[in-house]
């Protein structure tokens, strides 16, 4: 599919078969849209006429039109999408080798849109994660695995590190069984920061290989979200915590993740306060949300919504290679070395590739369904483990061939489709859409596209 746009002032072309990106004029950007459906030919009798309309020469008009056809038969434009079938995705039965691991299922935080009811996934329980259940989930992964040797562990929540001994436990469980089935396991955690002292810091450091860190921006609009426990600012001790952190980090992968909502809608002003306090590696993510409650975003929200991604573009590619330059998760796309086409194709590879286990030991498709029992897929203390193929197999079926809605938007091999989660709390149906969400990847997507090609004009400058 070719895909015109325009970002900050600029018009782009992107294909996205062959993924080949221009920048181009807007007279071409709206000669484009006018012929694309031909094949970029326009009669001679409506040339002139289409000229006029646009103050434009006749002779330019040719001469566009020329090199467009020129680049289609070469495939670079207008290429033809690949031929893929479901048994090419999957030549064997998927096999799980990725798991968020719940530690626990408490917070010493109480945001008011946590997806997780503030720690209880909405059951009114609060548990925590006991040794036994989290090394069956561990020897469960490794089983399930198969021949894979990469296995991805995150250790999740509520809040992880109100588990402590547990992590560490599980960590080095981790490190002893992972070479002797030949897995290597790589480890994450994902913490709200409020716990983090020099002695966690120094073990994360030495056993994770990422990080992720949560903040939401400025101390007003953290606050109003991410409440302590009885209503108290959260922002001054998870900030101060967090720059030690990332401090000691270093150059070791991690990131700070936000949320933003329909009450900062001017969210590119909290991805620009926390860069300028020296945390580079960010991503800031919409809510999802029912759209009863005030802090949803709505239809409405987004055109400015959209400025702020634009907005947030420029200055992002301004301060590259600059003191103040900072990395923002969803700018940073690979045209030419990115993930593989059948990759792409699958996503997440949630219920199929990924899963979640609960303090309990119940296997989720992913964290976002924990709670909602239906999609319960097993449990980690039953021997043998044997996933249930009725709550599992319309997961094997979310990819992004059999989503038709999907195949004539330009965004599609980055999303794959998009959450699982988010189409069933949107729609009902875990192969359904999420309309909104969709708006927002494709604007976050021509703004990524821009910076790539803006800075790929700069370097050729140079």
């Not at 849109?113 to 059951?123: I, L, S, V």
């Not at 949560?214 to 915590?241: A, K, T």
């Not at 809510?287 to 055109?303: M, S």
């Amino acid at each position: 599919m070719l895909h015109t746009f325009s970002v900050n002032g600029d018009y782009l072309a992107y294909d996205s078969e062959s993924q080949a990106l221009l920048l181009i004029d807007e007279l071409t950007a709206q000669l484009i849209d006018q012929t694309l459906a031909d094949g970029f030919k326009l009669p001679e009798d409506r040339l002139a006429a289409w000229a006029g309309q646009h103050g434009a020469d006749p002779a330019d008009v040719t001469e566009i039109l020329a090199e467009l056809t020129q680049l289609k038969e070469q495939d670079v434009l207008l290429a033809a999408a690949p031929k893929v079938s479901l048994e090419q995705l999957y030549p064997d039965e998927p096999r799980i080798k990725s798991m968020c691991l719940h530690l626990c299922h408490d917070c010493n935080l109480r945001c008011r849109y946590c997806f997780a009811g503030q720690g209880d996934y909405h059951t009114g329980h609060r548990s925590m994660l006991s040794v036994e259940t989290g090394k069956l989930a561990i020897d469960f992964l490794i089983a399930a695995s198969g021949p894979r040797h990469h296995l991805d562990i995150d250790f999740f929540g509520g809040e992880p590190l109100m588990n402590w001994p547990v992590v560490v436990e599980l960590t080095n469980y981790c490190e002893q069984e992972g070479p002797r089935h030949g897995k290597d396991i790589r480890l994450t955690i994902t913490t709200n920061a409020l716990l983090l002292d020099a002695e966690k810091t120094a073990f994360i450091n030495a056993h994770m290989k990422n990080v992720v860190l949560s903040i939401d921006g400025r101390p007003e609009v953290n606050d109003h979200m991410r409440p302590g426990i009885n209503g108290r600012s959260s922002y001054l001790p998870v900030m101060q915590h967090i720059k030690t952190f990332v401090a000691a980090r270093g150059t070791k992968e991690h990131y700070v993740r936000g949320t933003y909502t329909h009450f900062n809608r001017d969210f590119a002003q909290d991805a620009l306060h926390l860069a300028d306090l020296g945390l580079k590696q960010l991503s800031l993510e919409p809510v999802v949300a029912d759209p009863a409650e005030p802090y949803a975003l709505k239809e409405e929200d987004l055109p400015e919504l959209i400025q702020n991604y634009e907005d947030l573009a420029r200055v992002y590619l301004e301060r590259k290679g600059t003191p103040a330059a900072f990395n923002f998760f969803h700018f940073n796309i690979d045209l030419d070395g990115g993930p593989c086409l059948y990759k792409r194709m699958k996503g997440c590879g949630v219920g199929t590739e990924y899963c979640a286990v609960t303090p309990e030991g119940d296997i989720y498709p992913c964290h976002q369904f924990v709670g909602e029992t239906q999609f319960i897929m097993g449990n980690v203390h039953d021997q043998p483990v044997v996933l249930n193929q009725t709550v599992q197999s319309p997961f094997k079926q979310l990819m992004l061939p059999n989503k038709p809605e999907c195949q004539t938007c330009f965004a599609k091999y980055f999303c794959a489709g998009g959450c699982a989660a988010n189409a069933y709390h949107a729609s009902g149906q875990v192969n359904g859409q999420y309309k909104l969400g969709c708006e927002l990847q494709q604007k976050r997507l021509e703004c990524a596209l821009w910076v790539a090609a803006k800075q790929k004009l700069k370097d050729q400058v140079q």
